[in-house]
């Protein structure tokens, strides 16, 4: 089950299909992982609420792309939450000459991955996570999020 809150208009004024590319990449990515049927929870928010978010859990006082908040064990199979910002994900996807639908993609991707448990702290890790991105990303037709362009 994955569940789409778009709370910022933004998103929608931006991309008409956000909720569909979201459960598109949220789908891809538990079907690459073997996760079919675990819950996820996708919010499609503003910079502030990120930055509220981060702040609160993180202790980090700024708004970020994505955040990703693990659920306990639940008999729900819910994995937990993902949010992101729209200023900020539309601001990376113009400095990487992306467009804003492949960056989202990319970071719902990341974030479920995070749920998943997959993290970037080491550099072994971060290896990893960037290539089941890869290969979740080929299998929607987006090119390397990872390749300098």
Not at 12 to 26: G, I, Y
Not at 63 to 78: C, G, H, S
Not at 127 to 136: D, F, K, N, T, V
Request: aromatic fraction near 4%.
């Amino acid at each position: 089950m994955i569940d789409v809150e778009i709370a910022d208009p933004a998103w929608s004024q931006a991309l008409e299909d956000a909720e569909a590319l979201v459960r598109a990449a949220a789908t891809a990515t538990l079907e690459s992982e073997g996760a079919v049927g675990e819950g996820v929870t996708v919010l499609l928010t503003d910079d502030e609420t990120v930055r509220e978010l981060n702040a609160r859990f993180r202790r980090q006082d700024k708004p970020t792309n994505v955040l990703a908040f693990p659920a306990p064990a639940n008999p729900e199979r819910l994995l937990g939450d993902v949010a992101l910002a729209h200023g900020v994900c539309a601001r990376e996807a113009v400095e990487q000459g992306k467009s804003l639908a492949d960056h989202l993609r990319h970071l719902v991707a990341h974030g479920v991955l995070h749920l998943l448990g997959y993290d970037h702290m080491s550099d072994d890790e971060a290896q990893a996570m960037e290539g089941r991105e890869r290969s979740i990303l080929a299998g929607l037709g987006i090119a390397d999020p990872y390749e300098a362009r």
